[in-house]
């Protein structure tokens, strides 16, 4: 098992947690979406903080903040960094399938980054970007 994967995967839920708050005065419109997303992370994040006690180590605090990838000032930017942060879980925790062979961890990554691939392709439909799946959600290129 590779603690420092999960700590990866960590560190991208306690960004899409921030991000996910940063935006929501941005969508109005997509509340639902969002709080659906936060949520998600939220939960997924208590997951994960506890696999890693119970694994002995101290899961990584959260950063003070996170840098989206574009300023936040319209709804537009707000669904930009909801995609970036997306993308970034799905690469996190595709870290930890390609490091762990323990069943119950891959598969929770698997759920994690599905989850995160399909909110993704949401934000993207949102977006009006093209195409609208990531073709290997988590994978360099993808």
Known sequence: MNVDAVQSALAAEHAAVWTYGLVSAFVAQQASA????????????????????????????????????????SA?????????VETDACAAWHGVLERTDDQALRKSALDALT???????????????????????GRAGG
């Open 76 to 84: 537009a930017s707000a669904i930009a960094a909801l995609i970036s």
């Open 34 to 73: 969002v709080a659906e997303g936060a949520n998600a992370h939220r939960a997924r994040r208590d997951t994960t903080e506890r696999w890693l006690r119970d694994q002995g180590a101290v899961p990584s605090p959260p950063a003070p903040a996170y840098l989206p990838p574009q300023p936040v000032d």
């Open 115 to 137: 989850t995160s691939a399909v909110r993704a392709t949401r934000w993207r439909k949102a977006a009006g970007a093209s195409p609208l799946p990531i073709t290997l959600p």
